[in-house]
């Protein structure tokens, strides 16, 4: 008495009168539909230069701090201190650099002193750089989510305005309605967030 079958076992009988239980076969989940990707990827693909800009510029926003770090210890280490083990191949590096820059600017000062204000003018121009990177990836993600988001609903309105009255009868309105609303904000979020993160989350596990 309304039972659903598939909550309860179904009893079948044995040749020797007996009785056996059997379950129903689980039903089956939510399938992935290449096809429907493939759809949402076609609004996605005009505005496939502004993704990789926004991509490369997340990258820039993610990989830039890193580099902190490493100034950190190169300034504790070999400016300020005296290390007395052989120095790595990032502080070589950092020491040929400090000093081709206070070459080529004088007013650096000479020695440890120049070398330090080097790496300095140099942490602040990465500054800059991330926050010029910062903005430009929150501008272009945003872009092209509103882009990709009002051809998405113009075309679905266009869809709509199609359909027949028995459509609009059949269906709920509500439904209808957070279909267009809900639905596709969801993409715009999909755009604005995922397709340009894989990008910075591939760069971090390199």
């Known amino acids: 008495k309304g039972i659903s079958i598939f909550a309860m076992s179904i009893s079948s009988p044995t040749p020797n009168g007996g009785v056996t239980e059997t379950t129903p076969p689980p039903r089956p989940g939510p399938q992935f539909h290449r096809s429907a990707l493939r759809r949402f990827l076609v609004y996605v693909k005009p505005y496939r230069w502004l993704v990789a800009g926004a991509a490369f510029m997340g990258i820039l926003k993610f990989c830039l701090p890193l580099l902190f770090p490493l100034v950190l210890?190169?300034?504790?280490?070999?400016?300020?201190?005296?290390?007395?083990?052989?120095?790595?191949?990032?502080?070589?590096?950092?020491?040929?650099?400090?000093?081709?820059?206070?070459?080529?600017?004088?007013?650096?000062?000479?020695?440890?002193?120049?070398?330090?204000?080097?790496?300095?003018?140099?942490?602040?121009l990465v500054y800059v750089v991330l926050a010029v990177a910062t903005y430009y990836r929150s501008l272009l993600a945003g872009r092209v989510g509103q882009r990709m988001i009002f051809d998405m609903r113009f075309d679905m309105y266009l869809h709509l305005q199609r359909m027949s009255h028995s459509f609009f009868a059949n269906h709920k309105s509500g439904a209808i309605v957070s279909r267009f609303m809900s639905d596709i904000a969801l993409a715009q979020n999909f755009v604005g967030s995922a397709l340009t993160n894989v990008w910075m989350d591939g760069a971090a596990l390199f």
């Open 73 to 124: 210890k190169f300034i504790t280490d070999d400016l300020l201190g005296q290390s007395a083990g052989p120095a790595d191949s990032i502080s070589r590096v950092m020491t040929s650099y400090a000093r081709w820059l206070s070459a080529h600017l004088p007013f650096l000062g000479s020695d440890r002193f120049a070398m330090l204000n080097a790496i300095a003018l140099t942490v602040l």
